[in-house]
């Protein structure tokens, strides 16, 4: 295809119209959400109620000040006895939050984060080729609304993570058209911030996107090299020696770590035979790219680039629950389909009780897990809650795997494929 004929290419556009059924479930799920946010945990419980962190913030915030202060950023731990993870060139990135008021920083922080959530659910429906219309809007605002209870956005929420920034950065790209000039620099951006989003510059690779692929690596590579400009010794140390740290963030045996390597770690009680771990590193990217091109050719690209968000978490050494946002335009997608097909409400459920911010209080202690991963070790069946997340990412998996290679017989019904779309010039 020409780039001429490229600029005319005939898109499929959905509108969601208003349906009061849909509507009022969405508002009922989204309040029932809320309510349980707010009463599960205290807001204000120390160390645990949603309004009560920022750790994280103030671990990013740190890591802009030493620089700032020429004080060591790997050498030694940082505020709380932490250990800084991210690039050097994240601690630029992270000087505006440096420099905003402490006294408003987790508070403002907090609302940024809800607005890129709300952003992150209008891109899903865009991807999806959807209007972005009243009604289109409105549930994402009550789409957001149930998300803030899911596990990863709540302790993302808690923490003052950078996570659904980098999805957003990611979904933007993807959103916008192959032949742009500068389609490539958001995944770019958020690699070079934090080294999981750069699964995506891989999948590009797979898909033959190269010029996206070739702006996304380039911009890695230059967010490396400005960066070593400016913070020669940090930037030495950090990709000569933090890089290969892969115990830095915390033992493969931990709950909290849903990861494949962390799933062999939780069944050896230990650290997971590495030949193992890489044999199924490659196999489950070889399997999971070969779907996504699948999913791409059949014009399923948010499916595509949900799938790869999932597979970079899975494949990651160490994975903490507030890593696996990606189920925020899974949810979305489900609702998609649930539009179609009223059956896959039953998968949108599935998905938000294995993932939701259930808590356990273990008796004659303090200490609040919020997670079903994180719930009691000695119940039966915890090896399925403590693996939940890599669960839920095998049955995606597999989900797609059927969605690409099961025939589609001429003239069947439309059912799951969400509203109906009509052919408009892009």
């Not at 740190?62 to 050498?75: F, M, N, V, W």
């Not at 062999?264 to 009680?269: D, I, N, S």
């Not at 997971?272 to 890489?278: C, Q, R």
């Not at 649930?338 to 599935?350: H, K, P, R, S």
Request: aromatic content about 12%; overall charge positive; proline content about 6%.
């Amino acid at each position: 295809m020409s780039d001429v004929d490229a600029e005319h290419e005939v898109v499929a556009v959905r509108s969601l119209s208003w349906r009061p059924a849909v509507f009022v479930g969405l508002g009922a799920w989204a309040v029932a959400a809320l309510v349980l946010l707010v009463t599960q945990v205290s807001p204000r419980a120390p160390g645990i109620g949603i309004l009560a962190g920022g750790v994280d913030l103030n671990v990013y915030r740190d890591g802009a000040g030493r620089i700032l202060e020429g004080l060591p950023l790997y050498t030694e731990p940082v505020i709380y006895g932490l250990m800084y993870t991210y690039t050097p060139f994240s601690t630029i990135v992270f000087i505006p939050l440096h420099a905003f008021p402490t006294a408003h920083v987790v508070s403002a922080w907090m609302l940024a984060n809800l607005c890129a959530l709300l952003a992150c659910v209008l891109m899903s429906w865009r991807m999806l080729r959807y209007r972005l219309t009243p009604p289109v809007v409105l549930a994402s605002v009550l789409i957001t609304g149930i998300m803030v209870f899911l596990e990863p956005v709540r302790t993302t929420l808690f923490y003052g993570q950078i996570n659904l920034w980098l999805m957003l950065l990611v979904l933007w790209d993807f959103s916008r058209h192959e032949k742009g000039l500068l389609r490539g620099i958001g995944i770019g951006v958020a690699a070079g911030i934090k080294l999981t989003p750069g699964y995506f510059i891989v999948m590009l690779l797979a898909l033959r996107q190269w010029r996206t692929a070739a702006v996304a690596t380039g911009t890695v590579a230059l967010s490396v090299l400005v960066t070593w400009a400016i913070l020669p010794r940090k930037s030495r140390e950090y990709w000569t020696h933090t890089f290969f740290q892969a115990d830095r963030i915390g033992e493969d045996r931990h709950p909290a770590n849903q990861s494949i390597r962390g799933l062999l770690g939780h069944l050896v009680q230990g650290a997971a035979p590495t030949w193992l771990w890489l044999l199924l590193v490659v196999l489950i990217t070889a399997v999971s790219l070969t779907v996504t091109v699948r999913l791409y050719q059949r014009d399923e690209q948010l499916l595509a680039v949900i799938l790869s968000g999932l597979t970079s978490a899975a494949v990651s050494p160490f994975s903490w629950g507030h890593h696996w946002v990606w189920f925020v335009p899974l949810f979305v997608y489900l609702v998609h389909r649930a539009l179609g097909c009223a059956w896959w409400w039953i998968a949108a459920v599935a998905l938000f009780a294995a993932t939701a911010a259930w808590t356990y209080v273990y008796d004659g202690t303090d200490i609040i897990a919020v997670g079903l991963f994180l719930f009691p070790p000695w119940w039966t069946g915890i090896q399925f809650l403590l693996n939940i997340y890599i669960t839920v990412f095998a049955a995606v998996l597999i989900g797609a795997i059927v969605r690409v290679w099961k025939p589609v017989p001429p003239n069947a019904p439309a059912c799951g494929v969400g509203p109906s779309s009509e052919s408009v010039a892009s």
